[in-house]
């Protein structure tokens, strides 16, 4: 048997299978940033996952500046979450809520005309998603030190609502340039106090949230992710080994559950590596599971699971096409292409209407 088809403990939580769902921005919720119905029967469908990380989900209005993405930071939220937490429970799965402040890349457009935050005053490269359509970035500036603990009580207080609404667990998003990433890497963070300067400075507050959210949520129930080998929305950094060193071992010294290291190679399709992936380097700076994400296809996944790099792997735009992925892999049924147009528009075209190959099969 494929290792990919084996349970795996993560922390708190028995997965079934090593088949894990990424988490993946879809824009199907309100302009308000309420999860819909639709959410639902979406997730619903991908239950078979081995874990299903959700989509990015804003802790705070000023964390979050994506078009018809969601939060968590008021009741209405909670409860629009609850429906789609309950719903991937009856189906039998289960599903952690990945917490986002995406600094920089907020657009003033979401803030009132305010600029975004971030580590320094510096500038995302290219353009933001907007509710009016693509416009470049603007000037953050950077957060006061007395401001941190805001950041912190957001953290915590989207960690509390996440367990509130049900989820299994959550996850700090902590990659992809957003504000934490922007934290950790030097291209980004020219702060010099103690937030920055120094490794063990610009990993502080990825340590400061990581306690935070285990504070509420349970280091069991807890996983980061982290994106190591280059640029990712402008965000990188000179000496990354050492740095996701020190990361990696601040977040197994709190006992988090599970860590997930988004690293596209240099040959990807979607992102691209400035190195090849940096996991095997990494791997026993960190003691517990290792997830594993970006580019996979089946043959590659099972190779690295069988090498001992990883111990399962998040599958992105494969679950999107294949709602029911595990049970494709374990029969080794063809796997149906995603629409890279339809990621992010508000329908269900693209969103619910790929086929079940189980429910296929029961039918013919």
């Known amino acids: 048997m494929s290792k990919l088809l084996e349970p795996i403990q993560l922390g708190a939580i028995r997965a079934p299978n090593r088949i894990l769902m990424a988490p993946m921005t879809r824009a199907r919720g309100t302009r308000n940033h309420v999860p819909t ?15 299903i990380i959700s989509e990015a989900i804003g802790i705070t209005r000023q964390g979050l500046g994506w078009p018809y993405a969601t939060g968590l930071w008021m009741g209405e939220q909670v409860a629009g979450w609850r429906r789609i937490t309950d719903r991937v429970h009856l189906a039998g799965g289960r599903i952690i809520a990945q917490l986002w402040h995406m600094g920089r890349n907020v657009h003033p ?8 935050v971030s580590a320094s005053a510096t500038v995302a490269p290219s353009e933001a998603h907007t509710c009016h359509g693509k416009r470049p970035y603007e ?4 957060l006061h030190i007395d401001e941190i603990p805001e950041i912190l009580m957001g953290f915590r207080n989207a960690a509390r609502n996440a367990m509130l609404a049900g989820f299994d667990g959550v996850q700090i998003h902590a990659a992809n340039g957003y504000l934490i990433d922007q934290f950790l890497r ?12 120094s490794i063990m400075n610009r990993v502080r507050l990825l ?20 994106s190591p080998n280059g640029l990712t929305q402008g965000v990188r950094d000179s000496d990354p080994l050492p740095l996701f060193c020190a990361a990696l071992e601040t977040l197994s010294a709190i006992g988090i559950a599970h860590l997930e290291l988004r690293e596209p190679p240099p040959d ?7 190195t090849w992936p940096l996991a095997a380097q990494l791997r026993n700076a960190f003691h517990g599971p290792l997830l594993l994400n970006s580019d996979f296809g089946i043959a590659r996944a099972q190779q690295e699971l069988a090498d001992g790099v990883g ?24 796997l149906a292409p995603d629409d890279r147009e339809t990621w992010f528009t508000q ?12 429910k296929t099969q029961r039918i013919n």
Request: glycine share 14%; charged share 25%.
């Open 37 to 51: 119905s639709m959410m639902a029967d979406y997730y619903a469908q991908r239950a078979s996952a081995g874990l």
């Open 109 to 116: 457009s979401f803030l009132g005309g305010q600029p975004p």
């Open 139 to 142: 000037m953050a500036r950077a």
């Open 186 to 197: 030097d291209s980004s963070n020219l702060r010099d106090d103690r937030y920055g300067g």
């Open 207 to 226: 340590r400061e949230v990581t306690q935070a959210v285990t504070d509420v949520a349970g280091a069991d129930r807890t996983g980061v992710r982290l």
């Open 268 to 274: 990807g399709s979607f992102g691209v590596g400035e």
């Open 311 to 334: 111990d399962a792997v998040t599958f992105g735009r494969l679950f999107i096409a294949n709602p029911d992925l595990p049970h494709r892999i374990e029969r080794g049924l063809p």
């Open 347 to 358: 329908g269900a075209e693209g969103y619910l209407d790929y086929p079940d190959a189980a």
